[in-house]
């Protein structure tokens, strides 16, 4: 056991600060998966294909791409009490807007525009936590904040499907809208004032984006993000026509894709260290991958479940091992590549949810999980490539 003074305050409690922060990550996770687990239910309300619903997904993880970097500099300046309460209350806005969206086309720029407040929370909220926990307690209390994206995929994706299931998708958006405006009145109260962590040079953005070692892990993160999401994004469209499932079994195989998923991220994070970060991310891909290889085994319900194992484990687990990896082969630019790592997952949704629409409306349902598994094969050769310049990199 560390009984030296940095070990005894590395396990000393968390500062109460870090809960309406992951509350926040919560509900943001939450509002983000909200659609793919609503997606028949917006289809049918607003009389439109599944393909077109599932731009929802695309258009919204594009803005979040381009908007993390971009907003990140655009709010430098900004206390973070006053950021992060607003950017809930815009959240919650929004989806009280999107609730009144008569048609397709009045919902998707509303949609998008919400999504403002993803592209700020999350990366805004991890550059905080800095400043809120002494250094000895500042990975756990960030690995902490993020816990509250993998209870969303637990509880907060299964639970929206079924409200949306149930009494249709403006209920589920109502949820969504009821929880940010809880969060933000946590986030206002608990705060403190003058918490302002310093801004990014134009040194440290220039030295990440020349990093070859950096780009190609980033790039990494695009694929591998893709091909989940060309069948994860119409997951609920799928199991309907395939297994003519209901709300409530959609919602407790979300919840199961869910737990698994957080099963996969405690293990990784217990044995990173020991395998190393790079050979992580491998072990994660290939775990995706060999659920969707085996896909056309799922011809019921327990055996749906059971397919979906692997890629469960492997599907935070993978962006986990990924940051650790990125914070590895430079420690100091870790706020500029996990940024863009951050900006790769949402250009790797806006891609995947893009591609799987097409798919659907040329050749049906049945070729996604090939395309998602061609995607993945490419993440593994590109991770495999990145390692070999890992150690090129030199700050």
């Given at each position: 056991?560390?009984?030296?003074?940095?070990?005894?305050?590395?396990?000393?409690?968390?500062?109460?600060?870090?809960?309406?922060?992951?509350?926040?990550?919560?509900?943001?996770?939450?509002?983000?998966?909200?659609?793919?687990?609503?997606?028949?239910?917006?289809?049918?309300?607003?009389?439109?294909?599944?393909?077109?619903?599932?731009?929802?997904?695309?258009?919204?993880?594009?803005?979040?791409?381009?908007?993390?970097?971009?907003?990140?500099?655009?709010?430098?300046?900004?206390?973070?009490?006053?950021?992060?309460?607003?950017?809930?209350?815009?959240?919650?806005?929004?989806?009280?807007?999107?609730?009144?969206?008569?048609?397709?086309?009045?919902?998707?720029?509303?949609?998008?525009?919400?999504?403002?407040?993803?592209?700020?929370?999350?990366?805004?909220?991890?550059?905080?936590?800095?400043?809120?926990?002494?250094?000895?307690?500042?990975?756990?209390?960030?690995?902490?904040?993020?816990?509250?994206?993998?209870?969303?995929?637990?509880?907060?994706?299964?639970?929206?499907?079924?409200?949306?299931?149930?009494?249709?998708?403006?209920?589920?958006?109502?949820?969504?809208?009821?929880?940010?405006?809880?969060?933000?009145?946590?986030?206002?109260?608990?705060?403190?004032?003058?918490?302002?962590?310093?801004?990014?040079?134009?040194?440290?953005?220039?030295?990440?984006?020349?990093?070859?070692?950096?780009?190609?892990c980033v790039?990494?993160?695009?694929?591998?993000?893709?091909?989940?999401?060309?069948?994860?994004?119409?997951?609920?469209?799928?199991?309907?026509?395939?297994?003519?499932?209901?709300?409530?079994?959609?919602?407790?195989?979300?919840?199961?894709?869910?737990?698994?998923?957080?099963?996969?991220?405690?293990?990784?994070?217990?044995?990173?260290?020991?395998?190393?970060?790079?050979?992580?991310?491998?072990?994660?891909?290939?775990?995706?991958?060999?659920?969707?290889?085996?896909?056309?085994?799922?011809?019921?319900?327990?055996?749906?479940?059971?397919?979906?194992?692997?890629?469960?484990l492997g599907?935070?687990?993978?962006?986990?091992?990924?940051?650790?990896?990125?914070?590895?082969?430079?420690?100091?630019?870790?706020?500029?590549?996990?940024?863009?790592?951050?900006?790769?997952?949402?250009?790797?949704?806006?891609?995947?949810?893009?591609?799987?629409?097409?798919?659907?409306?040329h050749d049906?349902?049945?070729?996604?999980?090939?395309?998602?598994?061609?995607?993945?094969?490419?993440?593994?050769?590109?991770?495999?490539?990145?390692?070999?310049?890992?150690?090129?990199?030199?700050?």
């Amino acid at each position: 056991m560390n009984t030296t003074p940095a070990g005894a305050a590395a396990q000393a409690a968390l500062p109460a600060v870090l809960w309406p922060l992951l509350f926040g990550n919560f509900v943001i996770g939450t509002g983000v998966m909200v659609v793919p687990g609503t997606l028949n239910e917006i289809s049918s309300n607003l009389d439109v294909s599944v393909a077109t619903a599932g731009q929802l997904i695309s258009a919204s993880a594009l803005l979040m791409c381009l908007g993390a970097p971009l907003l990140a500099a655009v709010v430098a300046g900004w206390d973070r009490r006053r950021l992060l309460a607003l950017s809930m209350v815009w959240y919650a806005a929004l989806h009280l807007a999107c609730i009144a969206a008569p048609s397709f086309a009045a919902l998707l720029p509303l949609r998008v525009i919400a999504m403002i407040a993803p592209a700020i929370f999350t990366p805004q909220a991890a550059a905080c936590v800095g400043l809120l926990v002494p250094p000895e307690q500042r990975g756990r209390a960030i690995t902490f904040v993020f816990l509250g994206w993998s209870v969303a995929s637990v509880l907060g994706m299964p639970i929206g499907a079924f409200i949306g299931g149930t009494f249709g998708w403006r209920s589920a958006f109502a949820a969504v809208s009821l929880l940010s405006f809880i969060a933000a009145v946590w986030v206002w109260r608990a705060m403190p004032n003058g918490v302002r962590p310093p801004a990014l040079s134009a040194a440290d953005w220039r030295e990440t984006l020349r990093s070859k070692a950096l780009m190609l892990c980033v790039l990494v993160t695009v694929l591998f993000s893709a091909g989940q999401f060309v069948l994860f994004s119409y997951f609920a469209p799928y199991y309907k026509l395939k297994l003519g499932i209901t709300a409530v079994q959609l919602s407790l195989l979300l919840m199961w894709f869910g737990v698994f998923g957080f099963i996969g991220n405690m293990v990784m994070s217990r044995n990173i260290d020991r395998i190393g970060a790079s050979r992580s991310v491998m072990v994660g891909i290939a775990a995706m991958a060999l659920s969707l290889l085996i896909w056309p085994l799922g011809t019921g319900l327990v055996m749906a479940a059971l397919v979906s194992i692997p890629w469960a484990l492997g599907c935070f687990s993978s962006n986990s091992a990924q940051q650790a990896r990125l914070v590895a082969i430079a420690p100091a630019l870790a706020s500029a590549s996990i940024a863009l790592n951050s900006s790769a997952m949402y250009a790797g949704q806006a891609i995947g949810a893009a591609s799987g629409g097409w798919l659907i409306s040329h050749d049906g349902m049945d070729t996604l999980h090939w395309a998602g598994f061609a995607g993945l094969l490419l993440a593994m050769a590109m991770s495999a490539w990145a390692t070999h310049y890992q150690g090129t990199h030199r700050r």
